[in-house]
């Protein structure tokens, strides 16, 4: 017998009519008939006697109403006491992450956890997916937010369906910066910045194909904040996921995408079989839930 068929009997009472309850419940009223006969069939009572005005209690059904009332009064007891016990959690989640587009999941996600769970803070540690996947191996980062391509072999994770977008830095008044797209021939001519990471240094050796060994690499860099600042006095230009470069003083630094079209996603992980804090725990479920949804 489930708890949702005893609240559908109880209303039947309280409405005296399966049509009425139906209404009230936002189900057909076929549907209400049916639940309600394979309850009787189920526990092999009758429990209503119904009339062409109304519904009325068999015995049975009298008995069955008070045990349903008091069993759904624990019911909601039990339920209250339960949520009064997760809202009484509390502890600090870290969550690394780089400077990409995918940070703005963040927000509503972590809003939505906050409102239930007040107690609960967050760390937010920004590094590149490789040195975020250390510190998730030594259990110093519950939650990584990572830029592939990346080795999630021993990681759940949620892939999100955000393109992040690889653009070039450029002063704004460079002659690069008047154009809409920069190719791979353009930049061969100039000093480079790259990104510290190899698995993304293969990515753009695919990309800039035959003229990658004739780069003038001056710089990698594991942060794109810190390559701008070169880029802003002119020593080179710099290869960078844009995530948040929109968020910069463009009379500062300018960002053109490259051509052809050059693209990565992330995911959102957390190392398989590791031992959680009942917070961070929490937190993993309510990413499951929250992204099912979106």
């Known amino acids: 017998m489930e708890i949702r068929v005893l609240r559908y009997f109880l209303t039947v009472v309280r409405e005296e009519s399966i049509t009425k309850a139906a209404e009230v419940l936002h189900i057909t009223q076929p549907t209400l008939s049916r639940q309600l006969s394979q309850m009787e069939e189920e526990i092999g009572v009758r429990l209503f006697d119904r009339g062409s005005r109304r519904i009325t209690l068999t015995n049975e059904g009298l008995l069955l109403r008070r045990r349903a009332e008091e069993i759904l009064q624990l019911v909601d007891k039990t339920e209250k006491e339960l949520l009064e016990q997760e809202e009484q959690i509390d502890g600090k989640i870290t969550i690394g992450c780089g400077e990409i587009a995918s940070v703005g999941q963040l927000p509503p996600l972590i809003s939505a956890f906050h409102e239930r769970h007040p107690l609960v803070t967050f760390d937010l540690y920004t590094a590149t997916a490789d040195h975020v ?69 293969g990515e753009l050796a695919s990309w800039f194909g035959d003229h990658y060994g004739r780069l003038q690499v001056l710089f990698t860099s594991n942060l794109s904040t810190n390559a701008a600042m070169m880029v802003s006095q002119g020593l080179a230009y710099a290869i960078v996921i844009e995530g948040a470069v929109p968020f910069w003083d463009q009379a500062k630094i300018a960002h053109r995408p490259l051509f052809p079209n050059l693209t990565a996603t992330s995911v959102l992980a957390w190392k398989r079989g590791q031992p959680f804090s009942p917070a961070a725990t929490r937190f993993i479920t309510h990413i499951k839930c929250f992204l099912s949804m979106a």
């Not at 008047?178 to 001519?189: P, S």
């Open 133 to 201: 996947k250390e510190q998730m191996d030594r259990g110093l980062v519950d939650i990584g937010l990572l830029l592939e391509p990346i080795d999630i072999e021993k990681y759940d994770f949620i892939r999100l369906d955000i393109q992040e977008r690889w653009v070039v830095l450029m002063r704004p008044d460079d002659p690069l910066a008047e154009k809409e797209k920069i190719t791979a021939g353009e930049l061969a001519k100039h000093p480079l910045i790259l990104p510290h990471r190899l698995k993304v240094q």
